[in-house]
T-cell receptor, first 108, second 115 residues
């Protein structure tokens, strides 16, 4: 089985930095993926952490601590277009199981 | 950048009718998936497909559903006798391998409305 915990909603202002935390419990853990989904759109792959530490991709960074079953997504220099839902997804293996995600609202 | 292409973007069908949703995965990807998302709910796994056979399916994927890769490019989801509760956005996805590094690439979806 699998369980995921993320905040349901986060609000931040344009230009700010926001961190979306994720704790998970899953069998057969390979790594942690992050996906973004705008309303009415498809999920889009953002990053994947297989090893502990920080992965940086432009304005987005993702962190994993396997011993703590914890990760986070860090979004810097927030833009209005970052308003979306963000999902941490224990990944690798044959399927991804999405939770309810975190809805990020970016305000002026 | 390579894309997963889904057609049609919208489909309205009468209850009890059969529908086929079509997908063209990225050409060098080996693993294919169907997911669905009922309005306001989370993205749910339906089925995974590799090497011309189903590798895993969820409880949702019952006998009314089937998948096929009829040629080297298309990947289809057939719903045999649609029900009202099948109304959802259906996403096709593909990935190169199962390491996770490449992530899944999702198509833009087919919005299915059963009336």
């Amino acid at each position: 089985g699998q369980s995921l915990e993320q905040p349901s909603e986060v609000t931040a202002v344009e230009g700010a930095i926001v961190q979306i935390n994720c704790t998970y419990q899953t069998s057969g853990f390979y790594g942690l993926s992050w996906y973004q989904q705008h309303d009415g759109g498809a999920p889009t792959f953002l990053s994947y952490n297989a090893l502990d530490g920080l992965e940086e991709t432009g304005r987005f960074s993702s962190f994993l601590s396997r011993s703590d079953s914890y990760g986070y997504l860090l979004l810097q220099e927030l833009q209005m277009k970052d308003s979306a839902s963000y999902f941490c997804v224990p990944g690798g293996g044959n399927k991804l199981t999405f939770g309810t995600g975190t809805q990020l609202k970016v305000e002026l | 950048e390579p894309e997963v292409t889904q057609t049609p973007s919208h489909q309205v069908t009468q209850m009890g009718q059969e529908v086929i949703l079509r997908c063209v995965p990225i050409s060098n990807h080996l693993y294919f998936y169907w997911y669905r998302q009922i309005l306001g709910q989370k993205v749910e796994f339906l089925v995974s497909f590799y090497n011309n056979e189903i590798s895993e399916k969820s409880e949702i994927f019952d006998d009314q559903f089937s998948v096929e890769r009829p040629d080297g490019s298309n990947f289809t989801l057939k719903i045999r006798s649609t029900k009202l509760e099948d109304s959802a956005m259906y996403f096709c996805a593909s990935t190169k391998d199962l390491t996770g590094y490449y992530g899944y690439t999702f198509g833009s979806g087919t919005r299915l409305t059963v009336v």
